[in-house]
């Protein structure tokens, strides 16, 4: 008699509340608890968790879901910012490649041969993104995927990324943004609160970038569900 054993569960990691919200509507995953996500999509287990921002947020949660699920697949997803022009609001990438300030390079489980790259601060200007990417050939940047990336490598487990656009190459991103979200990935009302208190002129901007978010998020979305789905017929 052949034994059928059942696929290890995917590991589903963003960032940020904001970033995992529709993943999980999408997916119809039930909330567990603020941070955490369960169900099945297409007969395959599914855990989601928000790690917080940043590269050692990164790291440790993909040491903890190797743990967890030492034979699964880890699908970090979430926004990032567009460094070349051809990527749109809501473009979505699963590149093959990621690097970081160093330009140390790590191989992805990813299907598009474009590059990332991960840096530890936040790159707003139009002219910062131009020099990034003139500088290294990457055409989106984000935070954690190059941390995450390289922990996954030395655990030996399969990691995929995939970024959506949610700021575009000629676009700024204020740097009072990163007051909007706390450090665990959770939106900041504290936070939210004092940038308008101290600047109320900057509601509209802020307006915009959850325009962007959700236009981000829907694509984002739409493409994490077609990618396990597919993992679940293989």
């Known amino acids: ?115 990332l790259i991960s840096v530890g601060r936040l790159v707003s200007t139009p002219t910062e993104k131009s020099q990034l990417a003139s500088d290294t050939q990457a055409v989106a940047v984000d935070m954690e995927s190059h941390a995450a990336a390289v922990t996954a490598m030395e655990l030996g487990i399969k990691l995929t990324v995939v970024r959506s656009i949610s700021d575009e190459a000629h676009q700024t991103l204020p740097t009072w943004s990163v007051y909007c979200i706390s450090e665990d990935g959770q939106t900041s009302g504290k936070g939210v609160a004092r940038v308008l208190l101290t600047g109320p002129w900057r509601l509209p901007a802020m307006l915009m970038m959850g325009r962007r978010a959700k236009i981000a998020s829907q694509s984002l979305a739409y493409f994490v569900e077609g990618k396990i789905g597919q993992w679940a017929m293989n």
């Open 1 to 115: 008699m052949i034994e059928h054993t059942a696929p290890s569960p995917l590991i589903l990691l963003t960032a940020t509340v904001v970033e995992m919200l529709p993943l999980a509507k999408q997916l119809h995953l039930q909330q567990q608890s603020p941070l955490s996500w369960q169900g099945q999509v297409a007969g395959l287990d599914v855990i989601a968790q928000v790690t917080g921002m940043g590269p050692d947020r990164a790291a440790q949660a993909v040491r903890e879901a190797a743990q967890l699920c030492p034979n699964g697949r880890i699908l970090y997803a979430g926004f990032a910012g567009g460094l070349v022009s051809t990527l749109h609001i809501g473009s979505v990438l699963c590149p093959a490649t990621v690097i970081n300030d160093a330009r140390q390079v790590v191989m992805l489980d990813g299907q598009m041969p474009d590059t």
